[in-house]
């Protein structure tokens, strides 16, 4: 960028002339809710490495929804950030200015003792209508460091929302080592030094918004992004993070008795670790403190102990000091549920991309990834929302990305099998047996092990409703449901009168046409497509034939290998009276362009059709 030399850089404020529009940007974004017409972002970091955030921004309300950013939020941690010299009015299309009339902090945690730093703060604005315009300049200070000694920060240029003007404007201290990283941008800075400030500046006009689709990389995937960072590597990274963890933890006597106590009639180490997760996942509540909100250091573990809540990083944290007890060691795990950390290239080393804390075990000379939140499996088991994730492992030293394994694939299918034995007039007797995912499992397991038989049996009602509709239901039970670890098992005999279709002297029955999907159904895309999990189902129907039938048609095996999912269905006879029909669809865990769409919409488009046929049975003679 182009360099000058002042005594003092100068800040002017940005020209009002763009609220004086543009035709073609305003007519292209009409019918959003709000436009902002202005996001500018001044921020000065002093020599102790303290900042503060000057932020302006200016909406536009240009739809019935759009009214809703007239209670405006401003998230901020009180123990680190203080919100300073607000100034915010609504100017409403007749020319009147109607100031702020109410201001008030929100406790997002409210009858939750640790959590009282969090706070929003909520702007409230009178007489918002089509066409106003909320003008809102406001100062937050951030009074400490996130991690003692660093500075790390980002500028996004793009967002999910149409803007029409934006700058970004950082100052530093001269001497200060800051690298700068590019994401989806190359656009360089205007840079202005003085004495003893260094000024970055960013701006540009008539933004296009990140469009919104299904299956897309999350936005700040695609977003234009300027990113420092004192830190310089993920090692370092991980090193400062570690250290906030362990000025948690807190080996107090209370404690200890309490491990001591959770372990009592355990002797293998492997059996002391599960009692471990096992009482934190069934003892304490989870509170969703974002740590995307700079919210990263976990609270004290007795605190976390004695109020028996926290997030994900307080348990995490509190399971390192339990486990610390018994002298096993345990280091914590950054994640992003979100975002692909596979490429890290133009990202700057810093913990804004993470978003959930999961616990790594060291057992046996290797290491076990777990989640202190999920009662989904044992921890020598990795489970299937932690799979194919990079993940970020904070160590004293050598920490750094590990990339986790798949995960056993069993643990991501919902497996059917029925057992249909047809009568002369098409109707059927049969069994069913749903097994379902382990994530499935641990989620209907822990509803329905706290209501009663009624209303459990009510629940199996509803459920063989959606996959057995028309059928009488003769009984229904649950298998499993005490094992917390293994998969659960819905059992369900049942009658069918119309199972199958007669036409004169033959019957046609089977699965038939696969539904159509909600998905990847638009005319075009924008974004590259990401299935982020893969997971899927198999259905196994085992017929046998109405005595005095014979199989007339079966219909050919299909089988489709793609990039984004696998489909295979088949057709074998058992034995003379006896059909299997099995379909097996599974999506896989991919990232795939744009210029990729019309081939998967095709895919889903096509099976349908490709699916219709049914077996077909005849009268012998």
């Known amino acids: 960028g182009c360099i000058s030399s002042t005594s003092s850089p100068e800040i002017k404020p940005v020209s009002f002339d763009y609220l004086k529009g543009d035709k073609q940007w305003d007519e292209k974004y009409k019918d959003e809710p709000y436009v902002f017409l202005l996001s500018d972002n001044v921020m000065s970091v002093q020599k102790d490495l303290t900042y503060t955030e000057t932020i302006h921004l200016v909406i536009r309300i240009q739809k019935e929804e759009g009214k809703k950013m007239g ?11 203080e919100i300073r010299n607000i100034r915010a009015v609504n100017i409403t299309p ?17 009858g939750f003792a640790t959590y009282t730093d969090s706070k929003v703060k909520i702007l409230s604005f009178p007489n918002v209508v089509l066409g106003s315009i909320l003008d809102i300049k406001v100062t937050l200070v951030h009074k400490r460091p996130v991690v003692k000694g ?14 029409k003007h934006v700058r970004k404007i950082l100052s530093v201290p001269n001497g200060l080592d800051l690298p700068f990283k590019y994401r989806n941008t190359d656009q360089q800075p205007i840079v202005r030094q003085a004495e003893e400030n260094t000024m970055y500046t960013w701006e540009a006009s008539l933004k296009e918004r990140i469009e919104l689709e299904e299956y897309m990389p999350h936005p700040d995937d695609l977003g234009e992004r300027i990113s420092f960072s004192t830190i310089q590597t993920w090692e370092a990274l991980s090193r400062d993070c570690y250290i906030l963890f362990q000025e948690s933890i807190n080996l107090s006597d209370k404690l200890k008795k309490t491990v001591t106590r959770i372990v009592s009639d355990k002797q293998r180490t492997e059996d002391k670790i599960q009692a471990i997760l096992e009482y934190i996942h069934d003892t304490f509540r989870y509170v969703s403190l974002n740590i995307d909100f700079h ?36 280091f914590p795990v950054l994640m992003s549920t979100e975002l692909d950390l596979e490429s890290r290239e133009g990202l700057t ?32 088991t990795l ?30 299918t919902t497996s059917f099998f029925h057992s249909v034995r047809l009568d002369r007039q098409g109707s059927a007797t049969g069994k069913a047996k749903i097994t379902l995912d382990n994530q499935t499992s641990e989620f209907f397991r822990k509803g329905l092990k706290d209501i009663s038989p009624k209303e459990r049996e009510k629940w199996l009602a509803g459920y063989s409703a959606q996959i057995l509709p028309g059928a009488k239901i003769l009984s229904a039970d649950i298998s499993n449901l005490e094992d917390r670890y293994t998969s659960l098992n819905l059992l369900f005999s049942y009658t069918h009168e119309k199972w199958a279709e007669s036409v004169g002297d033959m019957m046609l029955f089977g699965v038939g046409a696969v539904d159509r999907t909600g998905s990847f159904t638009a005319p075009e895309r924008h974004n590259p497509i990401v299935i982020r999990k893969g997971s899927g189902h198999v259905i196994t129907c085992e017929y046998t034939l109405p005595d005095g039938y014979e199989i007339a048609k079966m219909p050919k095996n299909i089988s489709f290998q793609k990039e984004y999912a696998d489909f295979k269905r088949t057709y074998t006879r058992k034995a003379p009276n006896q059909v299997v029909e099995k379909t097996i669809f599974k999506d896989r865990p991919c990232r795939l362009e744009a210029e990729k769409y019309d081939e998967i919409k095709d895919f889903f488009d096509t099976l349908p059709i490709l699916t219709k046929d049914r077996i077909v049975i005849r009268r012998k003679n």
Do not use: W
């Open 71 to 81: 209670e405006f939020p401003l998230p901020y941690d009180s123990s680190r950030q």
């Open 94 to 110: 007749d020319g009147g200015k109607h100031p702020c009339s109410l201001i008030h902090d929100l406790q997002p945690y409210e």
């Open 150 to 163: 660093q500075f790390f920060e980002y500028f996004y240029l793009t967002a999910p929302y149409p803007v």
């Open 295 to 330: 919210n990263y250091q976990p609270h004290d573990t007795d605190m976390v102990l004695y109020n028996k809540y926290g997030d994900c990083k307080d348990q995490t944290a509190l399971a390192m000091a339990m486990l610390k007890a018994i002298d096993v060691e345990s």
């Open 349 to 380: 080393p810093m913990l804004n991309y993470f978003d959930h804390a999961i616990l790594a075990i060291q057992f046996k000379g290797k290491l076990y990834f777990t989640d202190v939140l999920s009662g989904a499996s044992e921890f020598q």
């Open 383 to 412: 489970s299937q929302r932690l799979a194919n994730t990079n993940v970020l492992i904070l160590k004293p030293e050598n920490g750094g990305f590990v990339k986790l394994g798949r995960g056993a694939e069993e643990m991501q």
